[in-house]
């Protein structure tokens, strides 16, 4: 090859390079520079977490041991109580069984006996969740578990979780396995106040830490993920559900890791709790406005424990003129008829009720029970107990919202005409459903919907709940702040109340109606103030639920109800509009009513001596039944008095498409003499109180002709008491 043509090979070779050169930003691109500055980032990274490593100390402080009081106050400012007490007893790790102990290996941190200390792919883990406010970590090891609960606050900071990473490796290297665990259960929080395994094992099982079995340790380790939602007592079926499922992945880790026998293993039974007691200081009703409040604080995200480890001010929306108004109600109306001590039926009855303003959504008064430190569970926000004929309004809210017509083509308002005849089969439904009405009375073959609602009808509602459709029925509920759960199926016999509901959930539901619609969610929690920050309550009024047409009817219908129906024992110097419930075997009894300017729910339940089960209300307070129009519309009769004040004037502003039209009331006719079989499973429903000399006893708006009682009921009413039947029960499938 020539001069000439090694200079032209040149020449092509430099234009071949040149092409093949990253022109603009792509130059700045190339493996080896992203390589260098991967490589240079990672040094970067490594000298500045040796200079932090250099710099951080292991704190000498323990943030939890160093904990503030809560102060809770009523809405004015004065101080309804203060918390603050640490439930804690450190003991030696020698004095918890040694499998105890690998519970809470295997439950958060399998290789703990081998790591050091951190988990980096759970860290960094946490560090994003942290950076794109996913909230809270997953994968911490024990370790670093045990500095967050022991040297560091609970805030959720990338410099906080950095210090976390710092510090659990200089404690992995200062301090032996043993130690670390023993701090990590001693310091951790198990819920009902506990801190640490001492206080943890009194609380749920009774005994000392030494005397935990290996099933009742891998509960208390389960615990500790979500103490909670976890805690038996109070945990919902989805939360005792996951809490099971952990409890045997805590015991199938200690087989996989050699520390339990398979065959123990297989012999192992869930170990229920015991029911939780108040703290001292949270005697009578104290102790349930203060959990009332602080379960509104959770559901805004502020956890249990963060709550317990103190430094808050809460002030609360109750009412202290209100909320002894309603403690006196409940006490005249009811305590002072109840001989607790000296009969065991009686011992069975348990009071609820909340209380809600409807144009602002505050709950102003509340009464649990007859005490936080005698009867742990409060009767205001349990869910345990049917809401019965209280959830006829809703269907015929759903009715009116949705333009239903009935079968026979004509649309549903308070004029509409029904069968009443008891265990008439519905029409049009899919599911068969034939229900009694009140001591199986028949009510005529037209009926107006105002008429109907006045006394309960059973037939009317359930044929009713078949023309507007059980799913869109379920829909309205919901949307009115009712809670979905399970034993709530979309059939017909959901429209006598049979799912599961608290007076809490049932005051939001009036309060809506109350509100023209728009929706009303009950808040206790006025303001939460900690030193490092603050709480923002949620706006409890929301858009509308329901049209004010819609709302407006109903609270006319439920007019009714205590002007010539199955509520006048609620009436009194004010309006007023509600309705009476009682479920099957009288188990639960209600009134839910509400005036322009006050919505307050009033339940009473029967409930086993020792809490683990329902019975009857039926002969205790007084022989026979226990109704809804009869002490629970006291109580709710004396309370409103009392809290209205002023208010008591205040008129509703009804807007009514079509107002109901006079009618003449129903005459009630016995269809049948019951047989002896049939009265021995079936329920009648609500009937007026048979004693109205007990307690203060409304006359009736307008006087009706007496009804006979069924020779098959005892305790019924004589001919001579005041006579609209109340059938508000959810006697459901009989």
């Excluded at 709710?636 to 004037?649: E, I, N, P, R, V």
Aim: hydrophobic share 30%; proline share 6%.
């Amino acid at each position: 090859m020539g001069r000439a043509e090694e200079r032209r090979a040149r020449q092509r070779g430099a234009r071949r390079a040149q092409k093949s050169k990253p022109k603009g930003i792509r130059r700045f691109f190339t493996w080896k520079k992203l390589l260098g500055t991967f490589l240079g980032v990672c040094l970067l990274v490594m000298g500045a977490f040796f200079v932090i490593y250099l710099m951080v100390p292991v704190p000498t402080a323990n943030a939890h041991a160093e904990m503030q009081s809560n102060v809770y106050k009523y809405s004015d400012g004065r101080i309804l109580a203060r918390t603050g007490k640490v439930n804690r007893e450190i003991i030696g790790l020698e004095q918890i069984p040694r499998e105890v102990q690998y519970t809470f290996v295997a439950a958060e941190n399998k290789s703990f006996f081998k790591d050091s200390g951190i988990d980096f792919k759970g860290t960094t883990r946490g560090l994003m969740n942290t950076l794109s406010g996913k909230g809270k970590q997953g994968g911490s090891t024990i370790t670093q578990q045990y500095v967050k609960n022991y040297y560091l606050e609970q805030d959720q900071t990338v410099t906080r979780k950095l210090k976390e990473l710092v510090i659990s490796l200089k404690v992995d290297r200062k301090q032996s396995k043993s130690e670390i665990l023993a701090g990590y259960i001693n310091t951790s929080y198990y819920g009902r106040g506990a801190y640490g395994i001492q206080a943890a094992a009194q609380a749920y099982y009774g005994v000392d830490a030494g005397k935990l079995t290996v099933s009742q340790g891998a509960y208390l380790a389960a615990l500790l993920q979500a103490p909670s939602q976890y805690d038996w007592a109070a945990a919902s079926p989805t939360g005792k559900e996951l809490v099971t499922d952990r409890w045997n992945y805590v015991l199938d880790n200690m087989v996989g890791e050699g520390w339990l026998d398979a065959a123990e293993r297989e012999g192992l039974t869930f170990p229920v709790p015991k029911a939780p007691k108040a703290d001292p200081g949270m005697e009578g009703q104290t102790g349930y406005l203060v959990e009332a409040a602080n379960a509104e604080l959770e559901r805004q995200g502020i956890g249990e424990e963060d709550i317990k480890a103190g430094g808050w001010t809460i002030t609360l929306n109750i009412d202290h003129k209100r909320q002894k108004a309603l403690e006196k109600a409940v006490e005249q109306q009811l305590e002072d008829k109840l001989d607790r001590e000296g009969d065991k039926k009686d011992a069975t009855v348990q009071a609820g009720a909340t209380s809600v303003e409807p144009d602002t959504g505050k709950v102003v008064a509340l009464y649990g029970g007859v005490g936080a430190t005698e009867h742990w569970l409060s009767n205001a926000t349990r869910r345990d107990y049917q809401p019965a004929s209280t959830f006829k309004p809703i269907v015929l809210a759903s009715a009116l919202e949705n333009g239903s017509e009935t079968q026979d083509g004509q649309k549903i308002s308070l004029n509409t005409r029904y069968d009443g005849t008891s265990k008439r089969p519905v029409r049009g439904g899919d599911t068969p459903f034939a229900p009694e009405n009140e001591d199986d009375r028949d009510y005529g073959k037209s009926i107006s919907v105002q008429k109907a609602t006045n006394s309960s009808v059973n037939s009317v509602y359930a044929q009713m709940i078949v023309d507007v459709g059980p799913t869109e029925t379920k829909k309205t509920a919901l949307g009115l702040g009712m809670t979905d759960g399970p034993g709530w199926p979309e059939s017909p016999a959901m429209s006598l109340g049979t799912m599961g509901a608290s007076t809490w959930d049932m005051a939001g539901v009036y309060a809506t109606l109350d509100n023209h619609g728009k929706k009303v969610t009950p808040t206790i929690v006025k303001s939460a103030e900690h030193r490092s920050r603050k709480a923002e309550p949620q706006n409890p009024i929301g858009g509308q639920a329901i049209s004010r047409n819609s709302a407006d009817t109903v609270t006319a219908a439920l007019e009714g109800v205590v002007k010539e129906g199955s509520g006048r024992r609620a009436a009194g110097d004010y309006e007023a509009a509600g309705k009476t419930g009682t479920s099957e075997n009288n188990r639960s009894s209600w009134f839910v009513g509400y005036t322009p300017e006050l919505v307050t729910a009033v339940a009473l339940f029967g409930e086993k001596a020792d809490g683990t089960g329902q019975v009857t209300l039926t002969d205790t307070v007084e022989k026979g039944r226990i109704n809804g129009g009869g002490f629970p519309a006291r109580i709710w009769q004396a309370y409103t008095s009392a809290a209205l004040g002023a208010d008591a004037d205040a008129k509703f502003d009804l807007e009514v498409e079509e107002p109901a039209r006079n009618d003449p009331d129903p005459r009630p006719s016995d269809s049948a003499s019951p047989s002896p079989s049939r009265t021995a499973t079936k329920e009648p429903e609500d009937k007026p109180d048979p004693t109205p000399s007990r307690t203060r006893s409304s006359p009736p708006a307008s006087p009706s002709p007496p009804v006979s009682p069924s020779p098959s009921l005892s305790g019924s009413p004589s001919a001579s008491d005041p006579a609209i039947p109340d059938p508000g029960t959810a006697n459901g499938n009989p």
